[in-house]
């Protein structure tokens, strides 16, 4: 299957993602940190600064409270955050809440599973797609309590026991706000032949840059023989 990134024992390549138009947040502090890139490239440290300390872990609530008196910092973090500043609660830990994962394809439109997934479901074979047909898989998610840094996400699948794909890729930095972000993964195209046609098992994970696990998804999907 092609992919953003595959990974396999031979080696590893990577092209461009394709995101929907909700972009993730880490796009409005290019400017931020471009600035911050010059500083650190001029200290001639590779990336770290000498004597650093990284700052204490702060709430979001706490981020906006300590620039109040500032308006345009203000005026900015309330564009960045909408209307959702009524709803935090001080908590400092992000959630990646999952409300749905859906198979987009030429061949049936759209499919999509509301998550959690059922245990009862979980072997169930959620979508089948032809052999040789291009796909994508879809997701919508909720940003709650803090900014989540670095989400990324792996995508393993199995067939008859044995490894046969993986997948990694970045799907950015992501604040809290009302709406649900959706996200849609790079395109790709099922193999063909004889060898191909049969049920996968795949295994999908989101983490994001502290290591959290958001969500672990098990699930299964058939190739169907081209008509």
Same mark, same amino acid.
């Given at each position: %299957?092609?992919?953003?990134?595959?990974?396999? /024992?031979?080696?590893?390549? $990577?092209?461009? %993602?394709?995101t929907t138009?909700?972009?993730?947040?880490s796009?409005?502090?290019?400017? /931020?940190?471009? *600035?911050?890139?010059?500083?650190?490239?001029k200290?001639?440290?590779?990336g770290v600064?000498?004597?650093?300390?990284?700052?204490?872990l702060? $709430?979001?609530? &706490?981020?906006?409270?300590?620039?109040?008196?500032?308006?345009?910092?203000r005026?900015?973090?309330?564009?960045?955050?909408?209307?959702?500043e009524?709803?935090?609660?001080?908590?400092?830990?992000?959630?990646v809440?999952?409300?749905? =994962?859906? =198979?987009?394809s030429?061949?049936?439109?759209?499919?999509?599973?509301?998550?959690?997934?059922?245990e009862?479901? $979980?072997?169930?074979v959620?979508?089948?797609?032809?052999?040789?047909? +291009? #796909?994508q898989?879809?997701?919508?998610f909720?940003?709650?309590?803090? =900014?989540?840094?670095?989400?990324?996400?792996?995508?393993t699948?199995w067939?008859?026991?044995?490894?046969?794909? +993986? %997948?990694?890729?970045?799907?950015? @930095? #992501?604040?809290?706000?009302?709406?649900?972000?959706? #996200?849609?993964? /790079?395109? &790709? @195209?099922?193999?063909s032949?004889?060898?191909?046609?049969? =049920? #996968?098992?795949?295994?999908?994970?989101? *983490?994001?840059?502290d290591?959290r696990?958001?969500? *672990?998804?098990?699930? $299964?999907?058939?190739?169907?023989?081209?008509?």
């Open positions: %299957m092609e992919s953003s990134e595959k990974v396999t /024992e031979a080696g590893s390549s $990577s092209q461009e %993602m394709k138009d909700q972009k993730p947040v796009e409005g502090f290019d400017q /931020e940190e471009e *600035e911050v890139d010059n500083d650190v490239n200290g001639g440290g590779g600064v000498a004597g650093f300390v990284p700052g204490p702060l $709430s979001l609530k &706490e981020q906006i409270d300590k620039d109040k008196d500032d308006d345009s910092l005026r900015w973090k309330e564009k960045l955050l909408g209307c959702v009524g709803d935090l609660n001080g908590q400092m830990e992000p959630e809440k999952f409300h749905s =994962i859906g =198979i987009v030429d061949d049936f439109g759209e499919i999509s599973t509301p998550l959690p997934v059922d009862n479901q $979980s072997a169930r959620l979508f089948t797609l032809r052999e040789g047909s +291009q #796909y898989l879809k997701l919508t909720s940003v709650l309590h803090n =900014i989540v840094s670095g989400l990324t996400y792996s995508n699948v067939k008859a026991g044995l490894k046969v794909d +993986q %997948m990694k890729g970045m799907l950015g @930095t #992501y604040a809290p706000q009302r709406e649900p972000y959706v #996200y849609s993964l /790079e395109e &790709e @195209t099922t193999p032949g004889v060898l191909a046609r049969g =049920i #996968y098992s795949a295994k999908l994970k989101f *983490e994001d840059d290591k696990c958001h969500m *672990e998804l098990e699930y $299964s999907f058939e190739i169907k023989k081209s008509n």
